[in-house]
Every structure is written in structure tokens, then in C-alpha cells.
């Protein structure tokens, strides 16, 4: 019965295991490679790397699609715990799918991914057989912490690839940081020191040095260590730390990107640490810092091939287990020429194979008084020539303005004569439209003398005196307004407003004006918006353009509405109406002074020549819509900040 029990049991899991094979195959079809980075892979030292990753596996025959995931990691006191989980799930999102290898970018994503083989997490099963890569790490590192960091917590130091070799198959590319030659360093140069300050920053490379240099610092205990640790103080308090180191302490500089917040320093971050201390010894444990603050260091030669490490995965393919291996950069002492010529320190009394940056070349000054002469020649050839080309070119410049005169004469004399004909064109145009109102005001005035007119009719000629003399005024003030918008004369009063509460005194003055049959919508573009500008002027265009939309439209609906642009940085109005709309050879000279749609419609043809001149006085823009066809929509922008007050 066992037997049988057992039977059945072990065809049940072989036709599902079969069953999930199919299924696996029919939905990933194809080989991939899988790159977790730790950042975003977009970033120029990411990119080229996974660029040439792909272009060296085509080379070499392999097709297989590259997935490519991003970690994301920015703040490494507040994040460094979850990291190990978000591997975890980017594993098993490609559990199905038939992963060649694993190249991890960036020293969070090895780590977090050591750390998931120390746990024998389950999200690994599918992956034990492949052949895992990393780049851009280092040999040492530390234990991800389980939960936020606190202040007591201190990074605990592992050898990265110990812990990768037996544990699966690996290879890549593996910093070196030697503390104890930098040590041995600063004491050749500095005998008298006696402490050493280690700056360090906010993510897991900073917090990876400082494992590192406990370690290494106990070999050394007639040395002081002093750590300014970037995840636990601000830049200020950095600064003030490193102002107050005592004579006898050198500064090593780690790293020195990310803040305590997981922001970015800025690129003169390091100067501005050290602004108030020129008499301290620097040394850099990583290169930071070199050519501009510290004198020199041991730091590891730097380097990731995406070639190598795509050649050791195609030979691994190719049956050839043992080509996969860790390749560690040899490291190699680097100095600042400058700052060694200052300390008086010449090039034959530093390691061997040094490496100088900013080295001045030896036969500039081999060759200094050479050089001298032949640059005074050269500076008193160039002097010569340009007094030649200043007097050749003063000359060509007079000529040129006389020229300029003669046209700029013609000139002044056509706008002369344009502006006589303006001149009487208007006087014309004004004549005709004075007259109109005029002669209404003084024909009914001489009416209402006559004793035989009944009340009715007294009231009647009185209102029409009322409204001639209202067009007489408005046009007055029209001709004012356009007059004094052109010469500059009129001044703009900024203020803050809210903008529905002047839409509703708009609504308010232009109430008198609304026709029965036709509908006055307002549609705000927010509850509540402050804007800065000069209130009795936005209220004069938009109460000119509803009047404008109020006389050619006879049923339907004017519609008054603004929005804020995307950008934020100007509003749009429209006035939009049902009306006869704009004729299309019209709308360019629509905005000119005198320009009416209708000659026998009351009005000046000023008021959108004068809303054209506001518009343009508070920064904006106004035209008509073309696209709208069921009658006529202006539109006009309004930056929402102000510099001035025109």
C-alpha cells in the first residue's frame, strides 16, 4: 500500500514538473542575461558599460536579450535594510525566465545579493547555477544592517569575495582599498602624526571604508582614529568638525557625494570642508580630492571591462568552468605635483611607479627665457596688429555711419509724412465720430426747450442725451487711454488680487450691458488664485472684450474662463461667444486702432487697440482663437510673477 502510496505520489510531481516545464518554455522562450544596478543604469558610467556588455556578447555570436533592472538606491542610512528584499523580488520576478547570468552593477546590489546567499533566501533556488558577475565593487564591504540606522549601529567588515567564493559561481571586477599604505603614507610625510580623521559619506561605499579602516587602524595604535561620518553629521557639522582638528591630525579623505539627507553634494563640497584649514595634511584613501585639496594617497586602479566579463561568461557557456574569476586592480600611489612642489618634495623621493597629476612640463622651464622673448614678440606682433585693424575698421565704421545718417534721414522723413497722413486720417475719423453724439446731444437739447413735449417724451430725449454723452466720453477716454499707452505716459500700479473676486466686479459693471436670451457663464480655472498685477487694468481689457462679444452676439452664450498653464508660469483668459464671429481678413488687423467689424455698430475701434497695448504693458500676448468657428474667442496670457511695476 506504501509502495503504491509513494507510486503515485512521485507521478503526480513528475507530470507537474512536466506540466511547468511546458508552461516555462512556451512563455520564456529565449536566453537571457539579467544586470541588477544599483542606480540608474541610464547614468553615463552605467550605460557604457551595459552598451558594451551587449555589443561584445553579439560579437561573440550570443543573441540573448539583456534584462535590466534598477535598484534605486539614493539613501543609504534610511534604505540600506530593504535592499536585500527588492533583490529578492527582482529575482523572483525572473524566477521563469531562463537567466544565462547575473551581472550586478554597483557595490548595493553585490552586497544585498551576498547577503541573500548568507540568508539561503528561497528566491534563489532557480538561480544556483548561474554565474553571477559584479563591477563597479569592491573586495570589502559590510553587513547590511535589518532595520533603519541608528547611532549606535557600526558597519561590521567582510571580505566580499570570501564570501562570494563556494557559495555560488562568481567572477567581475573588485576594487582594492589598502588603508595600511596610506597609513604608512602620512607617516613618512607627517612623522609627528599622531591622529588621522577618516570623511566618509552617506552611502554604502563611505560606510564600507569605515569597516575597513577600524580593522586596519588597530595595527597602528599609536595612531588616534577620528571618523567624520557623513550618514550621522550635515555638511556644516563636517565643516566644523574639520575646523576644529587638533596640530598632529592628517585627513583622509573616503568619500564624499551623498549627504546625510541622500542628497548630492555640491562639486566644491570638499573645498568648502576644509576652506578654514590650508595648514592641515590631506590624503585621499579613494582618489577624492586629488589634483585639488590632498597631496597624494594609495587608491585602486579603477576599472570595469563589460568585454571580460562577457568573454568569461561566453567561455563559461562554452564548458570552460574555470574562466570565471575575480580580476582586482593593483593599486598605484597618486600626487598632486603642485602640492608636493609646495611641501618641497621631489619626484625621486616617492614610491616607485608613482603616479603625478598636474605636473608641469620640464621644459617649460628648461626653455623659460626662450619662451619669454618669443611671447613679448608675439604680444607686441598682436598689439601692431590690432592698432592696424582698430584704424581700419574706424575708418569702414565712418563711412558706415554716414551711410547709416543718410538712411536713417530718408527714413525719418517717410515716417514724417506717414505720420502727417496719420495725423489727418485721424482728425478725419475723430471728426465723424464726434460729430454723431454731438449732434444728438445738441438736436435733443434743443428739443427738450420746446414746451409742447409731453413727460414721455422728455424722459425719452433725456436718455438718449445720457447715452450720446456716454459715447462721447467713452470715446474721449478711448482716444486718452490709446494715447497715452503708446507714448508710455501711463503707469502700472502692481498689487496682489484675487483673481475670482475681480471676475465678479467685472460681472458686476458689465451687468447693465446683458441681453435677455443670452447666457453668462464664468468658469474659474481654480477655487482661489493670487496673482499679481495692476487690478484696474486686467478689469479694463476684460470688460472691453465681454462688451466687444456682448454687441455681436444676439443669442447663446459669452463665456468668461482662465486657466493655468502647465509651466506655471502664465495664465491663460478666454472670452468666448456665439456671436457672427471674426471674418478670416479681419483677424490680422482686428488689434489696429480704428478697425471695426461693423461700421454701423456703435464704437470707436479703439478698445481692442487698447486692450492689445495692456496686454503687451503686463507681459502677455492676445489673438483670436482660429480654430474656433461658432462665433469668436480672444484669448490673452498673463505671466503670474512680476520683476516690476511698469
Given at each position: 500500500m506504501i509502495r503504491l502510496i509513494t507510486i503515485a505520489l512521485l507521478s503526480l510531481l513528475i507530470l507537474s514538473t512536466g506540466n511547468a516545464e511546458a508552461h516555462d518554455s512556451k512563455?520564456?522562450?529565449?536566453?537571457?542575461?539579467?544586470?541588477?544596478?544599483?542606480?540608474?543604469?541610464?547614468?553615463?558610467?552605467?550605460?557604457?558599460?551595459?552598451?558594451?556588455?551587449?555589443?561584445?556578447?553579439?560579437?561573440?555570436?550570443?543573441?540573448?536579450?539583456?534584462?535590466?533592472?534598477?535598484?534605486?538606491?539614493?539613501?543609504?542610512?534610511?534604505?540600506?535594510?530593504?535592499?536585500?528584499?527588492?533583490?529578492?523580488?527582482?529575482?523572483?520576478?525572473?524566477?521563469?525566465?531562463?537567466?544565462?547570468?547575473?551581472?550586478?552593477?554597483?557595490?548595493?546590489?553585490?552586497?544585498?545579493?551576498?547577503?541573500?546567499?548568507?540568508?539561503?533566501?528561497?528566491?534563489?533556488?532557480?538561480?544556483?547555477?548561474?554565474?553571477v558577475f559584479c563591477a563597479f565593487t569592491s573586495e570589502n564591504g559590510i553587513t547590511l544592517p535589518s532595520e533603519i540606522q541608528d547611532k549606535k549601529w557600526r558597519p561590521t567588515w567582510i571580505n566580499m569575495a570570501e564570501h562570494a567564493t563556494g557559495k555560488f559561481r562568481c567572477g567581475g571586477f573588485l576594487n582594492v582599498y589598502d588603508v595600511a599604505a596610506n597609513i604608512k603614507l602620512i607617516k613618512d610625510f607627517y612623522p609627528n602624526v599622531t591622529r588621522i580623521a577618516l570623511l566618509t559619506d552617506n552611502t554604502y561605499g563611505g560606510a564600507s571604508l569605515i569597516g575597513l579602516f577600524r580593522k586596519e587602524i588597530a595595527n597602528f595604535p599609536e595612531i588616534f582614529p577620528i571618523y567624520i561620518d557623513g550618514r550621522k553629521v550635515s555638511g556644516e557639522q563636517a565643516k566644523e568638525m574639520v575646523s576644529k582638528l587638533s596640530t598632529g591630525t592628517a585627513l583622509l579623505i573616503g568619500t564624499w557625494r551623498v549627504n546625510k539627507e541622500g542628497q548630492y553634494f555640491l562639486r566644491n563640497s570638499l573645498e568648502e570642508l576644509v576652506s578654514e584649514r590650508q595648514d592641515l595634511p590631506i590624503f585621499s584613501l579613494t582618489g577624492s580630492g586629488i589634483g585639488t585639496l590632498a597631496i597624494g594617497g594609495f587608491i585602486p586602479e579603477y576599472g570595469a571591462n563589460a568585454n571580460i566579463?562577457?568573454?568569461?561568461?561566453?567561455?563559461?557557456?562554452?564548458?570552460?568552468?574555470?574562466?570565471?574569476?575575480f580580476i582586482r586592480g593593483e593599486g598605484m600611489y597618486n600626487f598632486d605635483s603642485r602640492k608636493l612642489k609646495e611641501l618641497g618634495v621631489r619626484s625621486d623621493q616617492l614610491p616607485a611607479n608613482s603616479v603625478l597629476i598636474s605636473s608641469e612640463d620640464p621644459r617649460i622651464d628648461l626653455y623659460k627665457n626662450y619662451i619669454t622673448i618669443i611671447s613679448v614678440i608675439t604680444v607686441l606682433s598682436v598689439l601692431l596688429l590690432i592698432t592696424?585693424?582698430?584704424?581700419?575698421?574706424?575708418?569702414?565704421?565712418l563711412r558706415q555711419n554716414l551711410e547709416t545718417r543718410e538712411i536713417e534721414l530718408i527714413a525719418a522723413k517717410d515716417i514724417a509724412e506717414e505720420s502727417d497722413k496719420l495725423k489727418s486720417a485721424f482728425l478725419a475719423n475723430m471728426s465723424h465720430e464726434i460729430r454723431t453724439p454731438l449732434n444728438a446731444i445738441v438736436g435733443f437739447s434743443d428739443i427738450l426747450c420746446t414746451e409742447t413735449l409731453t413727460e414721455t417724451e422728455k424722459t425719452n430725449y433725456n436718455s438718449l442725451i445720457s447715452q450720446n454723452s456716454d459715447i462721447l466720453l467713452t470715446?474721449?477716454?478711448?482716444?486718452?487711454?490709446?494715447?497715452?499707452?503708446?507714448?508710455?505716459?501711463?503707469?502700472?500700479?502692481?498689487?496682489?488680487?484675487?483673481?475670482?473676486?475681480?471676475?465678479?466686479?467685472?460681472?458686476?459693471?458689465?451687468?447693465?450691458?446683458?441681453?435677455?436670451?443670452?447666457?453668462?457663464?464664468?468658469?474659474?480655472?481654480?477655487?482661489?488664485?493670487?496673482?499679481?498685477?495692476?487690478?484696474?487694468?486686467?478689469?479694463?481689457?476684460?470688460?472691453?472684450?465681454?462688451?466687444?462679444?456682448?454687441?455681436?452676439?444676439?443669442?447663446?452664450?459669452?463665456?468668461?474662463?482662465?486657466?493655468?498653464?502647465?509651466?506655471?508660469?502664465?495664465?491663460?483668459?478666454?472670452?468666448?461667444?456665439?456671436?457672427?464671429?471674426?471674418?478670416?481678413?479681419?483677424?490680422?488687423?482686428?488689434?489696429?486702432?480704428f478697425e471695426k467689424l461693423?461700421?454701423?455698430?456703435?464704437?470707436?475701434?479703439?478698445?481692442?487697440?487698447?486692450?492689445?497695448?495692456?496686454?503687451?504693458?503686463?507681459?502677455?500676448?492676445?489673438?483670436?482663437?482660429?480654430?474656433?468657428?461658432?462665433?469668436?474667442?480672444?484669448?490673452?496670457?498673463?505671466?503670474?510673477?512680476?520683476?516690476?511695476?511698469?
Open positions: 512563455t520564456h522562450s529565449g536566453d537571457t542575461y539579467l544586470i541588477i544596478a544599483s542606480y540608474n543604469p541610464d547614468t553615463k558610467r552605467m550605460s557604457d558599460f551595459i552598451n558594451s556588455f551587449g555589443e561584445s556578447l553579439l560579437k561573440n555570436g550570443d543573441k540573448s536579450e539583456v534584462l535590466i533592472e534598477d535598484l534605486g538606491t539614493k539613501n543609504f542610512t534610511l534604505e540600506a535594510h530593504t535592499w536585500k528584499g527588492q533583490v529578492a523580488e527582482l529575482l523572483k520576478k525572473h524566477e521563469k525566465s531562463r537567466i544565462r547570468a547575473i551581472v550586478l552593477l554597483g557595490q548595493e546590489a553585490w552586497a544585498a545579493f551576498l547577503q541573500l546567499a548568507e540568508s539561503d533566501s528561497l528566491a534563489l533556488i532557480p538561480f544556483m547555477e548561474v554565474p566579463i562577457a568573454q568569461q561568461i561566453i567561455n563559461f557557456n562554452h564548458g570552460k568552468p574555470d574562466s570565471l574569476r592696424m585693424f582698430v584704424l581700419y575698421h574706424r575708418n569702414k565704421k470715446l474721449i477716454n478711448d482716444i486718452l487711454d490709446i494715447s497715452r499707452l503708446e507714448t508710455g505716459k501711463t503707469k502700472f500700479a502692481f498689487q496682489q488680487v484675487e483673481l475670482n473676486a475681480l471676475f465678479d466686479n467685472v460681472s458686476s459693471t458689465t451687468q447693465h450691458l446683458r441681453k435677455p436670451g443670452i447666457q453668462y457663464n464664468f468658469n474659474p480655472g481654480k477655487e482661489s488664485f493670487i496673482l499679481k498685477t495692476d487690478p484696474k487694468r486686467l478689469m479694463q481689457v476684460l470688460i472691453n472684450l465681454i462688451t466687444n462679444a456682448n454687441k455681436f452676439t444676439e443669442q447663446g452664450a459669452i463665456t468668461l474662463s482662465y486657466e493655468l498653464d502647465s509651466s506655471l508660469s502664465f495664465i491663460l483668459f478666454t472670452i468666448t461667444d456665439t456671436g457672427c464671429g471674426v471674418p478670416a481678413g479681419k483677424t490680422k488687423n482686428i488689434f489696429k486702432r461693423d461700421e454701423y455698430k456703435q464704437g470707436t475701434g479703439l478698445g481692442l487697440a487698447i486692450c492689445k497695448q495692456i496686454i503687451t504693458k503686463l507681459g502677455g500676448d492676445i489673438w483670436i482663437d482660429p480654430n474656433y468657428s461658432s462665433g469668436a474667442r480672444f484669448c490673452f496670457t498673463h505671466p503670474t510673477s512680476h520683476d516690476q511695476v511698469i
